[in-house]
């Protein structure tokens, strides 16, 4: 769905590149974030009885290289899509029982997309907000044998940032940022009576673009 979005967005742009419109904006970002997993735990079931097993809450600083294409409309505003074409990996979580009862899960974070608009208050700074889609694929080794699967996380982003206009129609922005996702929960594919459940993943970041406007 991301890449549809994406492909539809890009093709009207470059129709707009074509048509020599003015007002389209093309660039890339390389982005630092600290993230925070909120509400972590296991929930078994057994009959009537539900146990649940809180972990702690995790953090993750992690480094983000993006593109992006957005069109101007008018003065103020802007529309435009962010695609983060690599994995954001996370570490390896081990949790031991004993000799023979090791589990072991990493989960990347692939294709995140965001769709944002822009409001400029001045000739420099701006305001952003934006909806964003991510695709968790879980990397567990069970001892059980089971997996948890994968999941596809939507949130938003509010940031507020600095532009300037460079020579020959280039810029550059520094921009600060809050991201927020929805929770999720996933059922164990070989014994159903366990699931994971996180309540949400958030975090701060910072970003530095570069880009040219056509």
């Known amino acids: 769905m991301k890449k549809f979005i994406i492909l ?12 020599a ?26 009959g009537n009885t539900r146990t649940t097993k809180a ?15 957005e069109k101007e409309l008018g003065d103020k505003f802007a529309i435009g899509v962010d695609y983060v074409p690599h994995s954001l990996e996370s570490e390896t979580a081990r949790n031991e029982g004993n000799a023979t009862n090791i589990n072991l899960v990493q989960v990347d974070f692939e294709d995140l997309t965001t769709i944002y608009g822009t409001f400029d208050f001045n000739d420099n700074i701006y305001a952003k907000l934006g909806y964003m889609e991510v695709d968790a694929i879980s990397n567990e080794t069970l001892a059980t044998g089971g997996k948890y699967g994968n999941a ?20 550059i922005r520094l ?7 929805d929770g999720v929960t996933l059922i164990n594919t070989v014994d159903t009576s366990k699931r994971v459940t996180v309540d949400g993943l958030s975090g701060y970041g910072a970003k530095i673009s570069v880009g040219k406007s056509f």
Do not use: H, M
Not at 8 to 19: G, H, K, M, R
Not at 55 to 69: N, P, Q, R, Y
Not at 152 to 171: E, H
């Open 8 to 19: 539809i967005v890009s093709a009207i742009f470059a129709s707009s590149l074509a048509q």
């Open 21 to 46: 419109e003015i007002g389209v904006n093309i660039g890339i970002s390389a982005s630092g974030a600290v993230y925070e997993v909120d509400g972590a735990k296991e929930t078994v079931t057994s």
């Open 55 to 69: 972990t702690k809450d995790a953090e993750a600083l992690v480094a983000i290289g993006s593109i992006f294409i």
């Open 175 to 181: 921009e600060a940022s809050y991201s927020e996702f």
């Open 152 to 171: 596809t996380l939507d949130g938003y982003t509010v940031g507020l940032g600095y532009k300037r206009d460079l020579v020959s129609a280039t810029f």
